[in-house]
């Protein structure tokens, strides 16, 4: 995809003298950081003028950005920028330790943010014609992720959707996937498996069947269930998300 306004990727790596006026070379083969610079600065502007995702000719002009000032090997950077075939998460792997630099610019770690934030939503619009719709589906993201959102997505999936779903999850915490791993609990298929896995609902259950056959009433004396699970939400925050429950301490 390529805006009519911005310049036209290249991508003959075996002649890049053919790069006609405003021709940004994608296959690394020609040096144009400025070039590049002015390009990912249209695609920015394009990206906040229409939700918050870059177009796919930007993304790919800031994975061949990144792909030739980072550090190491940018072989998944460098392949999405020339193709436009982009693997989120090997993607994730070869940006996250530039973002992660001290020295790293903001201008830099904003690339990054807008970048992975473009191939998420790509990989979620494949997952959406792949899989039957249900009451929960994702949904796409309006607004750029942090890079470490992400990380946290492509480490933990669901479970850490979940956790962006509360209120008082920043996304733009610096100690975010710490936090995440601090207070996730677990994930239940049911509200019955979560209070038999976190309660001791089980053990109180069984006193109470010896009380009642001590008593002479056996079958007549039951827990109170929404009882117990309104003090499991007092004491955990308990997110529905894609047919399972995800816990996290308070």
Same mark, same amino acid.
């Given at each position: 995809?390529?805006?009519?306004?911005?310049?036209?990727?290249?991508?003959?790596?075996?002649?890049?003298?053919?790069?006609?006026?405003?021709?940004?070379?994608?296959?690394?083969?020609?040096?144009?950081?400025?070039?590049?610079?002015?390009?990912?600065?249209?695609?920015?502007?394009?990206?906040?003028?229409?939700?918050?995702?870059?177009? *796919?000719?930007?993304?790919?002009?800031?994975?061949?950005?990144?792909?030739?000032?980072?550090?190491?090997?940018?072989?998944?950077?460098?392949?999405?920028?020339? %193709?436009?075939?982009?693997?989120? *998460?090997?993607? %994730?792997?070869?940006?996250?330790?530039?973002?992660? /630099?001290?020295?790293?610019?903001?201008? =830099?770690?904003?690339?990054?943010?807008?970048?992975?934030?473009?191939?998420?939503?790509?990989?979620?619009?494949?997952?959406?014609?792949?899989?039957?719709?249900?009451?929960?589906?994702? *949904?796409?993201?309006? /607004?750029?992720?942090?890079?470490?959102?992400?990380?946290?997505?492509?480490?933990?999936?669901?479970?850490?959707?979940?956790?962006?779903?509360?209120?008082?999850?920043?996304?733009?915490?610096?100690?975010?996937?710490?936090?995440?791993?601090?207070?996730?609990?677990?994930?239940?298929?049911?509200?019955?498996?979560?209070?038999?896995?976190?309660?001791?609902?089980?053990?109180?259950? %069984?006193?109470?069947? =010896?009380?009642? /056959?001590?008593?002479?009433?056996?079958?007549?004396?039951?827990?109170?269930?929404?009882?117990?699970?309104?003090?499991?939400?007092?004491?955990?925050?308990?997110?529905?998300?894609?047919?399972?429950?995800?816990?996290?301490?308070?």
């Amino acid at each position: 995809m390529t805006n009519p306004e911005t310049p036209t990727p290249h991508q003959d790596r075996d002649d890049p003298d053919r790069l006609a006026s405003g021709e940004i070379d994608l296959t690394g083969s020609t040096h144009q950081p400025a070039d590049l610079a002015d390009v990912i600065g249209d695609a920015f502007i394009e990206a906040e003028a229409s939700g918050g995702e870059l177009p *796919e000719w930007g993304a790919r002009a800031v994975a061949r950005s990144l792909a030739d000032h980072g550090q190491g090997p940018a072989t998944a950077l460098h392949n999405f920028a020339v %193709s436009g075939d982009g693997d989120l *998460e090997a993607i %994730s792997r070869e940006a996250m330790p530039i973002y992660n /630099q001290p020295d790293t610019p903001r201008w =830099v770690r904003r690339q990054i943010d807008y970048l992975l934030t473009f191939l998420l939503n790509a990989h979620t619009a494949i997952d959406a014609t792949e899989t039957p719709p249900t009451t929960d589906a994702t *949904e796409t993201v309006d /607004q750029p992720l942090t890079a470490e959102a992400i990380e946290g997505l492509n480490q933990h999936g669901d479970a850490f959707r979940a956790f962006m779903a509360l209120p008082d999850t920043d996304q733009h915490d610096p100690t975010l996937l710490d936090n995440f791993h601090e207070f996730y609990v677990g994930r239940f298929a049911s509200m019955n498996e979560l209070l038999d896995g976190l309660t001791e609902i089980a053990f109180w259950t %069984s006193e109470i069947d =010896v009380l009642a /056959q001590r008593l002479g009433i056996p079958g007549h004396i039951a827990l109170d269930l929404a009882a117990i699970e309104a003090r499991a939400r007092d004491v955990w925050d308990i997110v529905a998300y894609q047919g399972a429950l995800y816990v996290f301490d308070k």
